[in-house]
């Protein structure tokens, strides 16, 4: 790959240059170290193939399909509204989100918009997953560097806001809520002010982690400068979410484009970072979750009243035609590339997950660093296994 | 108390761009003519919406270069669709009976096409909020295509995959190892001829009717919406 | 004000939500003795009202996963009024769900013309063997006294036809 | 020196050491492990934690120890079997030979030996080799990696804690524990004997320094990198299970244990209390009384030592091992020979 010659790997081949020599003497051999497919550390059943030299990386390569469900292929027999709870399972911690971007693509093919009330509640619904997903990144990630604690105080408040998506979908991991035309139900009532409280729980989540472990100097320094990916590689590579906002590519779909949902009409701030390190990562993410809270309050203030479901027929023919949709999902870009031919079901439909191009970059990346900061790039790249695989 | 997201490593331009017009995409058309000359086959483009360009196999590595000069650099993703329809329907069909006929005519989508394979990817500009839907056909003798790990390195897994699922050969990838399925698995998963076992397994729940009275039989086949009656009387 | 090192904040954290667990106790509830309420939404356990059923597959059929299995058979019915003919029903024999490949998806219960599936937050019926996990109508119909009201919805809804 | 008010033979005061040695060894590891590691991490985590196995989960160490006990002692087809089986047991050892030196009262000690500071640092360096065959001998590619970053680790982090207590040895004047807890129990501050006079206060920077070298030695985080169990799954561990990983499990907690008793002695004034409290003037007029409450402050001193251990524990992340190295050799070791100079001027000077 072109790419590679980056400094990150000039500093890897004078590393070698300067161990060569002690190397004739002492007739060392690289070790390949096998992490994963069952591993602490791969959050599923990723497999990363490492060949070391002492505790450096001279290699490594991501090894997936521990875990392939072969989507792309399910959704082609069943019909658009049984796909809906399948892609819930992509990624499964941010279930909601999954869904939305296929049936705007589907909605995109029968051009019918669903009501403003609808809109309004699935960008709730869409933010609510992004805190649940993000904040258990923030506990986890202080589990890949050692530290027990956050991922008790993160599971402790991702709880509160499984519990609203519960309350208002009746699913807690797989909602299933989203229907072509609107949404299954309204929200039952009391839900909008045990949201607020929530909300305000989960911002002093955003705090207690910063306190924990953003601003502990050792985090600091596991974090700061390590697995630098520059913007150009990033963009090649087709980075997305926070890891490519971290790395100063100023791009949200939530704000860079036009979808028939309610981030037009709140006041959000996209954060970037410049320096693309595992910190930059990081500290996104954690910027985005107070964001997410802040969004939700806002919607939840102007929400307006009115039906949630549009006029649809009761069995649902898509047009043909072809429709690309994709939005800003708590990992990334999650798009949908939907094939109808008039049929019950899509005839194809392309998956662009955001952890299968956010892991391609794995190779790249690791390339001279150390055992430790394998986990540290890999919690910080963040991926769900089941968005890798599909 | 001062807080890390007060110290301000950040910074942006949060202001939202305007959004792009029909002009943009038009002009992104006409690059694309001057560029590829012949090697644009058709387009198709929704105002304020999206674009679609299917270009020549023998550019189509060059559509990339040019794309990625103008902006394009965000690799989004890479694909294949398989025009074939599937000749096993959803897989809801009663074993016991004769295996339904179905139309086996190819119909390509947007932008048209000639053969059954077509290749699929999209780039982004992610500086003017604009994206580009590519397409290109393969012929069935001959299912190879440049590669684009040269200018996207992230179209290596994409190629991969796509090399994995439809059987599609390219050119100057360097390992096109198989990445979900075993390296001795037969046949191309996501192609339409290739039947989806969990549904050839076992027959369909739905296949089962209602058993008609044994007395009427002969005098009528009910249709399973006269069942309402029942309903009628207990709503 | 100078700058608190995050190490020593970091233990504060910690300190912090040790006492204000001893103080106000945890998080977490001791599961068999004290259980959570699942909310009323919650798609727990299908439930099955034999009596509404009129076997007429929509729910099998629109089943993505294929897991439920019905049998039935038409009969003949006393008239709804009195002299008139005697009517023709369909009556069911089997109604079974799979659990074990069930996704809790909840469409079978959103096709139902005849209000005859209800979601039940019951969630307590794991079992030791696979095959106990596919409930028969009996099973399915005994849910029916965990089934809670729909609830109330929230300021701005508009009401169900 | 044995002025105990009763005589017992001398097979008698051997079986009585060897049961003080356990109880001496096994009553922490227990205690912490219950107190700290069941309860204060799962009220930090804002979580009970075990409930059931007795009141408020007092039994479950008896619980799990039983089932590490039921479990099949598992070797690895490819391990080096002798030697494998032989680690636990020498990082176990380890701990029982360091507690020998500790005092616990005016009598209560197991040996009182002369140069008792030498003698702990040493035997407490013993554990290495069992870690380090450990991750050797278990025929796995992180159990290898845990071992030589633990010998890495221990090796490192033994020289500032040899340096910390140097500035304590110079202080009292004599390498002899109990000597030492005299020197701190007879001291006074500037005239002032009503706390007599803990070397906590003049070598804060030893203790500091002792105490972080300590964390170091037990592998505890955030210098748990031989463990690291989202890196090496368990480290020179991974192979172990049942009563084998039990006496790993002792071991770590039980070296805790005894480390914050040593440093107690070192740093907190020991066993004692200050004598002026009582008007003694030596070792030799503390009553007998003392051989019963020594004990109890020690293990109150030892909980007090502990628990900052293991909250640090339970609130960092790791360091990675490189930067261990750094933080040993670039910043302990010229700041504890920093201090030893300092403390030997005073000494002169004064």
Known sequence: ?390 | MVRLSDTGTSETDAAPKALPGDGLREGIVDLLRNALGEGLVDTHLVPNDDLWVRVDRSVWRHTGEVLAADGFDYFCFLSAIDWLPSPWGRGEDDPDDPPPERSTEIVQGVAGGETRFQLLARLNDVRRHVGVTLKCDLPDDDLVVDSWVPLFAGANWHERETHEMFGIGFAGHPDLRNMYLPGDFEGYPLRKDFPLLARMVKPWPGIVDVEPMPALEEEEETDTAEGDTKGDESS | MPKVPGLIKGLGVTFGTLVRTAKEGANTVQYPHEKEAPPIRARGVIALREDNCTACMLCARSCPDWCIYIEGHKQLAPPRRAGGKPRQVNHLDRFDIDYALCMYCGICVEVCPFDALFWSPEYEYSEPRIADLLHDKDKLGEWMETVPEAPELEAGAEKKK | MLGLAIEIPYWGQSLLRVLGGIVAVLLPAGTIVYLFLFKMMSFMQSRLGPMEAGPYGSMQLFAEVGKWLQKEDIAPEAADVRIFKMAPIIVLVSTFLLVAVVPFGPDAYFTNFEVGVFYALAVGSVSVIGILIAGWASANKYSLLGGLRAAGQLIAYELPMVLAVVGVVIQAGTMNLQGIVVAQNTGEIFGFAGIGFPFVITQFVGFIIFMIAVQAELTQAPFDMPIAESELVSGYMTEYSGFRFLMFFIGEFATAGVFAFIASVLFLGGWGIPFAWFGWEGLADVPNWMNVAGPLIMFAKMLLLTFIIMWVRFSYPRFREDQLQTFAWKILIPVSLLNIAVTAIIKVAV
């Open chain 1, 1 to 390: 790959m072109t790419v590679l010659s980056d400094r990150q790997q000039l500093s890897y081949i004078a590393a070698q240059a300067a161990d060569a020599r002690l190397n004739v003497e002492l007739e060392t051999e690289g070790m390949t170290l096998n992490i994963g497919p069952q591993h602490p550390a791969t959050h599923g059943t990723l497999r990363i193939i490492a060949h070391l030299d002492g505790e450096q990386v001279v290699w490594a390569e991501p090894s997936c399909g521990y875990m392939h469900r072969g989507y792309e292929k399910l959704t082609e027999v069943r019909t658009f509204p049984q796909v809906t709870t399948l892609i819930n399972r992509i990624d499964w911690l941010g279930s909601f989100a999954n869904e939305v971007p296929f049936i705007l693509a589907a909605e995109k093919l029968m051009e019918i918009e669903a009501p403003p009330r609808a809109q309004y509640i699935r960008t709730i619904l869409f933010e609510l997953s992004r805190i649940a997903n993000v904040s258990l990144f923030l506990g986890d990630l202080g589990v890949q560097m050692g530290a027990i604690t956050p991922v008790f105080l993160a599971f402790r408040d991702r709880e509160y806001v499984l519990n609203l998506i519960e309350g208002a979908t009746g699913g807690r991991f797989h909602p299933n809520f989203d229907r072509i035309g609107g949404l299954k139900d309204d929200l039952p009532k009391g839900w909008i002010d045990e949201t607020r409280q929530v909300m305000r729980k989960l911002r002093g989540f955003c705090d207690e982690i910063e306190d924990l472990l953003f601003g502990n100097e050792i985090f600091q320094s596991r974090m700061r400068g390590i697995g630098v990916i520059p913007a150009d590689v990033a963009k090649s590579f087709g980075l997305s979410g926070a890891n490519a906002r971290a790395s100063g590519i100023d791009w949200d779909l939530r704000r860079d484009q036009v979808l028939p949902m309610a981030w037009d009409k709140v006041d959000f701030k996209v954060w970037t970072h410049p320096d693309g390190d595992c910190f930059a990562r990081c500290w996104i993410r954690l910027q985005e979750t107070r964001e997410a809270t802040k969004i939700v309050d806002q919607l939840l203030d102007d929400l307006p009243p009115g039906p949630v479901m549009a006029k649809v027929p009761r069995i649902i023919k898509v047009p043909a035609g072809e429709a690309w949709v994709a939005t800003e999902n708590p990992l990334g870009e999650m798009g949908y590339y939907v094939v109808s031919k008039g049929d019950l079901g899509p005839f194809r439909v392309k998956i662009r997950s955001a952890s299968f191009n956010n892991i391609s970059v794995v190779p790249w990346v690791l390339k001279g660093v150390y055992v430790p900061d394998i986990i540290t790039i890999l919690a910080s790249l963040y991926f769900i296994l089941g968005d890798i695989d599909r």
